[in-house]
């Protein structure tokens, strides 16, 4: 079963190199097709100098693409050959401590069976610490409830001030008496085999911190089950291949673990972005950690279901990162003593900025010269492969990720429409960052589908 799996695996990352050779047959025949159609395009300054800016763009998405297929590919047979986490008895009971903390805020819908699956833990040895950030509903006293439940588990309930996540997550850790800290959102649902999947990766003194597989537990309509193809394609295989180099950019709110003296050591979270987990892994890799992914570690989460809510999220994201960026932007102009920190904060800024606006300005620039030049072929040719890129994609990461395969078919529109309007939410982001404008923190209503 595992061999017809890797040859499948082989076949497509063929497909998908084969399929962006095929993208540039198509174009050419097309432009070929109509004569001199390219010469006149070409004599325009303007379209010229914005079609070689996009051919630019094109070619780093494609050395971008093949990148991360390979490495998330080479980081997958890592994980095929490392297996599974096991332990003899003496190695159980011999486990570190770990403490699983919990910042909760208004999640009185989600927050008992988000701690009741950490009562499930397949580990011998760990606490919970629950940290009410200042609720104005009923998650304290659901949060005791649960802790009163528990018999073997040690859950300690506190409540304080509102003071933002990043200030519950440093009480938190204050409060931690394990080795190894795991951190959480009060909205997710955690694997039982999550702490030994994790903890088995600081064995290597080197490695800080393990970003865990986040996934959609509520794909009810057809924006939370795009984001279920996003969460599997968008962001699982790219940090597969970040952490094939040991250099996951972003460890997930919803499950990161960490060494706690490396946690105290750079200081804890900073408050100061919207994007508290982003900043934190910046200063553990300035500090030159690694950070490892562990796909077999997995939160379940709550994502929105409607697009007011999508958007505002993405929103947010984006500018917490673009705050986490500008606080080491040294590093971009620094190589040699930014590090990998260096190719991380300008990967970065390609996927937060300069692609989303690339890809609307493609979009409107496509448009116009198809109907302005007759190129229509081609645009319809290049609409046709992008998409079929995409479903090669999704099959080659829902193959690894042992996902859904009805989330495949949903690639279609995320090529025609959930992208842009991704990209228009990041751009509008990106230019109130860059203005200055106050923004909140925008918490999303949960539906309690834990």
Same mark, same amino acid.
């Given at each position: 079963m595992v061999k017809r799996k890797h040859v499948a695996l082989w076949l497509i990352i063929g497909a998908l190199f084969a399929s962006l050779g095929v993208t540039a047959y198509?174009?050419?025949?097309?432009?070929?097709?109509?004569?001199?159609?390219?010469?006149?395009?070409?004599?325009?300054?303007?379209?010229?100098?914005?079609?070689?800016?996009?051919?630019?763009?094109?070619?780093?998405?494609?050395?971008?693409?093949?990148?991360?297929i390979l490495c998330s590919f080479m980081d997958h047979l890592e994980s095929i050959q490392r297996g599974p986490a096991k332990y003899t008895e003496a190695e159980l009971n011999s486990l570190?401590?770990?403490?699983?903390?919990?910042?909760? @805020?208004? %999640? *009185? #819908?989600?927050?008992?069976?988000?701690?009741? =699956?950490?009562?499930?833990?397949?580990?011998?040895?760990?606490?919970?610490?629950?940290?009410?950030?200042?609720?104005?509903?009923?998650?304290?006293?659901?949060?005791?409830?649960v802790a009163g439940e528990s018999v073997d588990i040690p859950i300690r309930v506190i409540t304080k001030r509102n003071a933002g996540k990043a200030e519950a997550l440093n009480t938190g850790m204050s409060l931690a008496k394990g080795e190894f800290i795991l951190n959480m959102d009060g909205d997710s649902k955690l694997s039982s085999n999550t702490l030994k999947e994790c903890v088995r990766h600081f064995s290597d003194p080197r490695v800080a911190a393990v970003a865990g597989?986040?996934?959609?537990?509520?794909?009810?309509?057809?924006?939370?089950?795009?984001?279920?193809?996003? @969460?599997? %394609? *968008? #962001?699982?295989?790219?940090?597969?291949?970040? =952490?094939?180099?040991?250099?996951?950019?972003?460890?997930?709110?919803?499950?990161?673990?960490?060494?706690?003296s490396v946690l105290q050591e750079v200081g804890g979270y900073d408050h100061r972005t919207f994007a508290e987990d982003c900043d934190l892994t910046l200063k553990l890799l300035v500090n030159g950690w690694h950070i490892i992914y562990e796909a077999r570690a997995v939160a379940w989460v709550e994502t929105p279901t409607s697009l007011l809510n999508l958007l505002k999220q993405r929103y947010r994201w984006t500018r917490g990162i673009l705050q986490a960026t500008a606080k080491h932007k040294w590093a971009l102009?620094?190589?040699?003593?930014?590090?990998?920190?260096?190719?991380?904060?300008?990967?970065?800024?390609?996927?937060?900025?300069?692609?989303?606006?690339?890809?609307? #300005?493609?979009?409107?620039?496509?448009?116009?010269?198809?109907l302005q030049y007759g190129l229509i072929v081609l645009l319809f040719y290049w609409w046709v492969q992008l998409t079929l890129l995409d479903l090669i994609a999704a099959t080659y990461c829902?193959?690894?990720?042992?996902?859904?395969?009805?989330?495949?078919?949903?690639?279609?529109?995320?090529?025609?429409?959930?992208i842009n309007i991704i990209d228009i939410a990041k751009v509008l982001a990106t230019i109130e960052e860059w203005r200055g404008l106050s923004m909140t923190w925008g918490k999303l209503d949960r539906e309690g589908s834990l």
């Open positions: 198509l174009a050419y025949r097309s432009i070929h097709a109509h004569g001199g159609s390219l010469w006149v395009l070409l004599q325009n300054g303007v379209l010229t100098a914005v079609s070689l800016y996009l051919l630019l763009i094109l070619i780093l998405l494609v050395v971008r693409y093949g990148v991360v570190p401590m770990v403490s699983l903390v919990v910042p909760a @805020y208004n %999640e *009185g #819908l989600v927050i008992q069976p988000a701690i009741r =699956s950490l009562l499930q833990m397949d580990y011998p040895n760990y606490e919970i610490i629950v940290i009410d950030d200042g609720s104005t509903d009923d998650t304290y006293e659901k949060a005791l409830v597989n986040v996934k959609v537990i509520n794909r009810s309509n057809i924006w939370s089950r795009i984001q279920a193809l996003e @969460y599997v %394609e *968008g #962001l699982a295989m790219a940090r597969k291949a970040q =952490s094939y180099a040991r250099v996951v950019n972003i460890i997930p709110g919803p499950l990161g673990m960490f060494r706690k102009w620094h190589p040699r003593k930014g590090g990998v920190n260096f190719y991380i904060l300008w990967y970065m800024i390609f996927e937060g900025i300069i692609w989303p606006f690339s890809n609307l #300005l493609s979009n409107v620039f496509f448009i116009y010269v198809s829902c193959i690894i990720e042992d996902e859904d395969p009805a989330i495949i078919p949903y690639a279609v529109l995320f090529r025609l429409v959930y």
